[in-house]
C-alpha cells in the first residue's frame, strides 16, 4: 500500500513534533503530587528541553520564552553555506529544521523577514533537490544532507522523472 506525498508528509511532521527545543520558564510552575510521588515544577528563568508539539501553547500563554535567535542564526548561515558550495552541492539541514521553522512563524507571527530568509533558503535547496534527482544521484548519498521532508521530495520527484523518461521513450 503506498502513500501519497501529503501522508508522508504528515507522518514526519507528526514524529517531529516528538522533537525538542530549549525553553526557559517565565514563572514558578507549582510542584505535582499524585498519592505518594511528587514532582517538582519548574522555575522561573529554568532551561528546560519542551516538546515541539508543546512548546507553542505554553508559549502562547506566556508561560516560557524559547530560544528561536539560534534559528535565525542557522538560517543565516545555511543560506551562506549553500550558496559557497554552488549550484552541484547542498549543506547539511538540522533533520528538525522545517518543525523549528514552523514554530518559528506561529511564534513570532511579526517577522517577515526570517521567513523571506527561509523561503529563499527553500529555493536554492529545492533547485539543488531538483538537479541531484534528474542526476540520478542515489538517496543513499544524500540522507545525511537533507532533511526528512527533503527526502520525501527527493525521491517523489526522482520517481516521477524515472515515470516520464520511460514513457516518454517506450517502443509502445
Same mark, same amino acid.
Given at each position: 500500500?503506498?502513500?501519497?506525498?501529503?501522508?508522508?508528509?504528515? &507522518?514526519? *511532521?507528526?514524529? =517531529?513534533?516528538?522533537?525538542?527545543?530549549?525553553? $526557559?520558564?517565565? *514563572?514558578?510552575?507549582?510542584?505535582?503530587?499524585?498519592?505518594?510521588?511528587?514532582?517538582?515544577?519548574?522555575?522561573?528563568?529554568?532551561?528546560?528541553?519542551?516538546? /515541539?508539539? +508543546?512548546?507553542?501553547?505554553?508559549?502562547?500563554? =506566556?508561560?516560557?520564552?524559547?530560544? /528561536?535567535?539560534?534559528?535565525?542564526?542557522?538560517?543565516?548561515?545555511?543560506?551562506?553555506?549553500?550558496?559557497? +558550495?554552488?549550484?552541484?552541492?547542498?549543506?547539511? /539541514?538540522?533533520?528538525?529544521?522545517?518543525?523549528?521553522?514552523?514554530?518559528?512563524?506561529? /511564534?513570532?507571527?511579526?517577522?517577515?523577514?526570517?521567513?523571506?530568509?527561509?523561503?529563499?533558503?527553500?529555493?536554492?535547496?529545492?533547485?539543488?533537490?531538483?538537479? &541531484?534527482?534528474?542526476? =540520478?544521484?542515489? #538517496?543513499?548519498?544524500?540522507?545525511?544532507?537533507?532533511?526528512?521532508?527533503?527526502?520525501? +521530495?527527493? $525521491? *517523489? #520527484?526522482?520517481?516521477? +522523472?524515472?515515470?516520464?523518461?520511460?514513457?516518454?521513450?517506450?517502443?509502445?
Amino acid at each position: 500500500m503506498s502513500t501519497t506525498l501529503k501522508e508522508s508528509l504528515f &507522518m514526519v *511532521k507528526t514524529l =517531529g513534533a516528538l522533537n525538542s527545543i530549549k525553553a $526557559e520558564f517565565t *514563572k514558578d510552575r507549582p510542584d505535582f503530587k499524585f498519592d505518594y510521588i511528587k514532582i517538582n515544577g519548574p522555575k522561573k528563568g529554568e532551561i528546560l528541553d519542551i516538546g /515541539l508539539w +508543546l512548546a507553542p501553547m505554553l508559549a502562547e500563554k =506566556g508561560l516560557i520564552r524559547v530560544g /528561536l535567535e539560534d534559528f535565525e542564526a542557522e538560517v543565516f548561515n545555511a543560506i551562506n553555506k549553500e550558496k559557497i +558550495l554552488g549550484q552541484h552541492q547542498l549543506g547539511p /539541514l538540522p533533520q528538525d529544521f522545517y518543525q523549528k521553522f514552523n514554530l518559528y512563524i506561529r /511564534l513570532k507571527k511579526d517577522d517577515q523577514r526570517i521567513k523571506i530568509h527561509v523561503y529563499d533558503l527553500i529555493k536554492i535547496r529545492i533547485s539543488k533537490i531538483i538537479q &541531484m534527482a534528474f542526476q =540520478g544521484v542515489e #538517496i543513499d548519498k544524500l540522507e545525511t544532507l537533507l532533511t526528512p521532508e527533503e527526502i520525501i +521530495l527527493f $525521491e *517523489k #520527484i526522482k520517481n516521477d +522523472l524515472e515515470a516520464w523518461y520511460s514513457s516518454v521513450f517506450s517502443d509502445g
